[in-house]
């Protein structure tokens, strides 16, 4: 599960998912089912939680594949 990471990038931040939605400007049930693979952000979503994190493109690239 390679979003696993997504939430591992989140925890070593110190950030809540309730943190990460409001500056996302989603629920804290989207950032969790994107978290869990259950849910595909948008482009604009993925570009956000790319800046939030400082994730390098390569990364970012696996992240929203799935990988």
Not at 13 to 28: N, Y
Not at 33 to 57: A, H, S
Request: hydrophobic share 35%.
């Amino acid at each position: 599960m390679a979003r696993v990471k997504l939430k591992n990038e989140r925890l070593q931040r110190g950030l809540t998912t309730k943190q990460v939605a409001e500056q996302l400007g989603v629920s804290m049930q989207f950032v969790y089912l994107l978290e869990t693979e259950k849910k595909d952000g948008t482009l604009k979503t993925w570009k956000k939680i790319q800046d939030i994190y400082n994730i390098p493109d390569n990364e970012m690239w696996s992240l929203m594949q799935g990988q």
